[in-house]
């Protein structure tokens, strides 16, 4: 388990962060498709940014943002200096958190969490299962001001359905080790286009979908220009959810092949 900060917040930071405590908790989940448009036809990540500040979310959640990728530094002139993660925190989300997921010669992509709020710890689970497709559950426990500690866990499984369910077992797992009565967000791309997901999540892990609690169904989020495929998730426990809303309109529908969701939660 490893700390992101190169420094420790100092005592005025640290006052600051705690100062109010915060009820409700902006969530965003996107799959940034590593900074590319649909079939990577163009570089975009600059324009993501500026889409993801205009929510004005408190934590987002990443799938598939690059933390290097050599070749590409050279081939595109505004290619960040920094990696992906650190590039769309900029100055709006003062942490950040990165699971490395797969690493080839060129660079290496995974999961990031963004956060207002202090990240106190993270580690990323392994959970490939075999072959190549390399994946992995961010846990990232943040702490919010009058309310202590909150879970948050970046998901991004498996193409294969036996992996996928390997991959829930696990991140059942996980959910089990935590305190029962702790607030626990889940989101990311969830690739279960068979539906097969919420049910085992339910029964093991005691999560509800925030938007099948509060329209009745799960979110079309792929492909993004039309969305069929109900793949992209938050589940939460020991919270309340208000506002689901799918991203559908531009320019998430140019930015990459998944739409955004975000929501809010109480505490």
Not at 45 to 62: G, H, K, M, Q
Not at 134 to 159: M, Q, T, Y
């Amino acid at each position: 388990m490893t700390i992101h900060n190169d420094r420790p917040l100092d005592t005025s930071e640290l006052d600051a962060h705690m100062a109010s405590a915060i009820d409700c908790i902006r969530v965003l989940t996107v799959n940034t498709h590593k900074g590319f448009t649909t079939f990577n036809r163009r570089f975009i990540l600059p324009e993501l940014r500026e889409a993801v500040r205009a929510v004005s979310a408190d934590i987002v959640f990443l799938q598939e943002v690059h933390g290097t990728h050599e070749k590409h530094a050279v081939r595109f002139h505004d290619w960040p200096k920094m990696s992906q993660y650190e590039f769309l925190a900029d100055s709006i989300w003062t942490d950040f958190a990165y699971g490395r997921n797969a690493v080839y010669p060129d660079g290496d992509h995974g999961n990031a969490l963004l956060s207002k709020f202090p990240i106190l710890r993270y580690e990323n689970l392994d959970v490939s299962i075999a072959g190549p497709e390399r994946r992995g559950l961010l846990h990232s426990v943040v702490e919010v001001p009058g309310h202590g500690e909150l879970h948050a866990i970046c998901v991004h499984l498996g193409l294969r359905e036996a992996h996928r369910q390997e991959q829930l077992r696990l991140l059942c797992d996980l959910l089990d080790g935590l305190p029962s009565g702790a607030p626990v967000v889940v989101a990311g791309d969830f690739n279960d286009w068979r539906l097969k997901a919420t049910a085992p999540l339910s029964r093991c892990a005691g999560l509800y979908e925030v938007f099948e609690k509060t329209h009745g169904e799960l979110a079309r989020s792929f492909p993004a220009r039309w969305p069929l495929l109900r793949l992209d998730r938050i589940y939460v426990r020991n919270v309340e959810a208000r506002q689901a809303r799918i991203l559908g309109n531009k320019p998430w529908t140019h930015l990459s092949d998944h739409l955004p969701l975000a929501v809010e939660i109480h505490l």
